[in-house]
């Protein structure tokens, strides 16, 4: 999310239907956060912050 451009409200729309973890994520991307970072910060897997990019970038793919 870090690299495409959307407003603020695109943005806030985008976190609102994420899962809570999700949501933590991507808001650690966006602060520039590496996944070791943001896995050690959060309590999880890097698997599971590279899973949250993956399902993100599927769905990506599917808008027109």
């Known amino acids: 999310p870090s690299q495409i451009l959307m407003s603020q409200e695109e943005?806030?729309?985008f976190l609102g239907a994420q899962p809570l973890v999700y949501r933590q994520v991507f808001i650690l991307l966006r602060e520039g956060k590496s996944h070791e970072e943001i896995a050690a910060e959060l309590k999880i897997?890097?698997?599971?912050?590279?899973?949250a990019l993956a399902n993100w970038s599927q769905g990506r793919r599917?808008?027109?």
């Open 11 to 13: 943005w806030v729309n």
């Open 62 to 64: 599917h808008e027109p």
């Open 45 to 51: 897997s890097t698997k599971s912050v590279q899973r």
